[in-house]
């Protein structure tokens, strides 16, 4: 029973990360592709996790970190870039 339900939600998870493949490939603003590198690591973080119970170790944890940090830190950088050379508000006073 935990098998299956394992199962399914790999297949949500990668159909997920499917989906905001595309929108990072299409999608029409910088920000839409942001936030789809976004969805797209939680989806792979999320794929790692259900296959490290299904295969009943504890080898992906450092992979699992190291995807999380990449992740967060990848989002963050791209943040302070678009800041900085979007054309807009001075947040600098």
């Known amino acids: 029973m935990i098998t299956a339900i ?3 939600s790999i297949g949500i998870l990668v159909a997920s990360g499917l989906v905001s493949l595309l929108r990072m490939i299409k999608g029409p603003t910088v920000f839409d592709r942001l936030v789809s590198f976004d969805g ?3 989806s792979l973080i999320g794929i790692i996790i259900l296959l490290s119970m299904v ?3 504890t080898v992906f944890v450092d992979i699992i970190l190291v995807f999380s940090l990449f992740g967060f ?3 963050v950088a791209f943040c302070i870039y ?3 050379t979007l054309p807009g508000e ?3 006073d």
């Open 90 to 92: 001075n947040h600098s």
């Open 6 to 8: 394992l199962t399914v």
């Open 73 to 75: 830190l990848g989002t």
């Open 82 to 84: 678009l800041e900085k």
């Open 55 to 57: 295969w009943e170790t």
């Open 40 to 42: 797209l690591a939680v």
